[in-house]
Structures are given as C-alpha cells and as structure tokens.
T-cell receptor, first 114, second 112 residues
Framework: ETGVTQTPRHLVMGMTNKKSLKCEQH?????MYWYKQSAKKPLELMFV???????ENNSVPSRFSPECPNSSHLFLHLHTLQPEDSALYLC?????????????FGSGTRLTVV | GESVGLHLPTLSVQEGDNSIINCAYS??????FIWYKQESGKGPQFIID?????DKRQGQRVTVLLNKTVKHLSLQIAATQPGDSAVYFC???????????FGTGTRLKVLA
C-alpha cells in the first residue's frame, strides 16, 4: 500500500448510471489530484485540490464532478458517462501543490462504461 | 506544445543485465524530473527524482542521468530482476509548475 487508497478497484457502469469513486490518504498531504490513464496515452490531469480548494479543472466534461470534503478525502462523481470514458482513474496526493514534490498514487479504479 | 516522450513501447532485457530507459523532454524550463514504475494492476510508484542542478543521481540499483543540453533523461537499472518488469515513465514539471507532464511509458520485460 502506498498510503493512498482508492475504491472500488473495478467498476462497470451503464451510461445512465451514477457512481462515485473514492480516494483516501493519510499521509498528511495537502494536495490531491485526479488523473485519467487511457491505453497508450500519457496520464491526463483532470482536477487538482489544494487545501480542499479546487485549483484546477483541466477542461473536464461536466459528467465528471469532483468533491473534496477535507484534505484526506477526494471523490469523483460520475454520471451519464460515455464508453470513451472507460479508463484507469488514478488519485494522487502530494505534500503541497508545488513543482518539486513527487506524487503518491493510489492503485486506481478501472472503469468500464457499457 | 510541451511533451515528454518515451518512444520505445517495449524493452526486453535478460535477467542480470543492465537496463536503460530513455526519455526526451521538450521544455527547457523544467527543473524537476521523476521516474515512475507502474506494475500491472497498480498505480505509478515513485522510483527516483532529479533536479536540474544535477546531472546524475543514484539510488538503490537505479541511476538517473540528466542531460540538459539535449533535454534527455535516462533511467538505468543495474542487474535487472524479474520484479523490475513494469511500465516505466518519466515526468517533468513543465515550466516549474505543479502540473507534471508524463510520458506514455516504456514496458520493460525481463527475460529469464
């Protein structure tokens, strides 16, 4: 375990479903991130939270809705997704939202939209 | 635009040999670089980092080399083991921001 826990590990959902991904870290980090990892593509930054405040929305469609109730928890709410949204969704955290701190990643949620 | 590239999708190495994985970055303003290892079914795991004021940094069995002149980064793994089999990718911090730019990755296969 890296200290960043994501649930569920796998999720299959229909295009009309609503589901949520959860991320939890107890590393004392203040910045949390959602990334999308698709096959043969680089990691795509989706959202950034710093001290619970959203500081970045990287042009993500509104069918993805993040929530950060505190510095330890991060959610990604999903609704009316498309098959092309199928991917591995990774949560990461870092000590601060700074340029010289590496991330600690969770194991991801493998999402399949049918 | 900015890009970090790992152009070789698969690298096969005999167990016990040394592995070298390369990465080209495009932003000369990047001042912090990280190598990650991603095993099947897991998230990326930090291996080693290097700052732009250094040319070389060594860890346990791993060495990262940075050539700022040609904007090239490499990861060397000594005495490659089966447990090293994974996808490796590098990341740069762009223009000194927190928004890291990740490469697509190179799959390392260790042959017994």
């Amino acid at each position: 375990e890296t200290g960043v826990t994501q649930t569920p590990r796998h999720l299959v959902m229909g295009m009309t479903n609503k589901k949520s991904l959860k991320c939890e870290q107890h590393l004392g980090h203040n910045a949390m991130y959602w990334y999308k990892q698709s096959a043969k593509k680089p990691l795509e930054l989706m959202f950034v939270y710093n001290f619970k405040e959203q500081t970045e929305n990287n042009s993500v469609p509104s069918r993805f809705s993040p929530e950060c109730p505190n510095s330890s928890h991060l959610f990604l709410h999903l609704h009316t997704l498309q098959p092309e949204d199928s991917a591995l969704y990774l949560c990461a955290s870092s000590q601060e939202r700074a340029s010289n701190y590496g991330y600690t990643f969770g194991s991801g949620t493998r999402l399949t939209v049918v | 635009g900015e890009s970090v590239g790992l152009h070789l999708p698969t690298l096969s190495v005999q167990e016990g040999d040394n592995s070298i994985i390369n990465c080209a970055y495009s932003n000369s303003a990047s001042d912090y670089f990280i190598w990650y290892k991603q095993e099947s079914g897991k998230g990326p795991q930090f291996i080693i980092d290097i700052r732009s004021n250094m040319d070389k940094r060594q860890g346990q069995r791993v060495t990262v080399l940075l050539n700022k002149t040609v904007k090239h980064l490499s990861l060397q793994i000594a005495a490659t083991q089966p447990g090293d089999s994974a996808v490796y990718f590098c990341a740069e911090n762009g223009s000194g921001t927190y928004k890291y730019i990740f490469g697509t990755g190179t799959r390392l296969k260790v042959l017994a």
